[in-house]
């Protein structure tokens, strides 16, 4: 059986350059459950200092803290999300899910002709 025609959006944010896309969001979100930037990084098989660049990269465009890192030690480190990135985590996801319902809707009226009953 053949898939059916669909559409596939790829939402990023810019500034001066990229900023904030699905790559970024996908790591904040496991941070947010993992606590670790090192364990969302390999959550995702991503090397530690490609996570780290990235986010670091993230905050100077965005102009504010993504994390709040705290260091190791007898208690070991950790990492959660500033509120300012849970805010934007939140308005990226439900940005991306209002577009992708439009873009259904708009798909299904323009590519009608091309789709299977």
């Known amino acids: 059986m053949t898939t059916p025609l669909h559409p596939v959006l790829s939402i990023r944010l810019f500034r001066e350059?990229?900023?904030f896309g699905s790559g970024v969001a996908q790591l904040l979100r496991?941070?947010?459950?993992?606590?670790?930037?090192r364990a969302a990084a390999q959550a995702m098989?991503?090397?530690?200092?490609?996570?780290?660049?990235?986010?670091?990269r993230c905050e100077e465009i965005l102009g504010f803290p993504l994390?709040?890192?705290?260091t190791g030690?007898?208690?070991?480190?950790?990492?959660?999300?500033?509120p300012e990135a849970r805010a934007m985590l939140e308005t990226?996801?439900?940005?991306?899910?209002r577009l992708r319902q439009a873009s259904?809707?708009?798909?299904?009226e323009e590519f009608r002709d091309f789709l299977a009953e």
């Open 45 to 56: 098989d991503m090397a530690y200092s490609k996570a780290w660049t990235m986010l670091r």
């Open 104 to 108: 259904e809707e708009l798909f299904r």
């Open 30 to 37: 496991h941070v947010d459950e993992q606590h670790s930037l």
């Open 67 to 70: 994390l709040i890192r705290t």
């Open 92 to 97: 990226y996801e439900r940005y991306c899910r």
């Open 73 to 82: 030690g007898r208690h070991g480190g950790g990492a959660s999300l500033t």
């Open 17 to 19: 350059e990229k900023c």
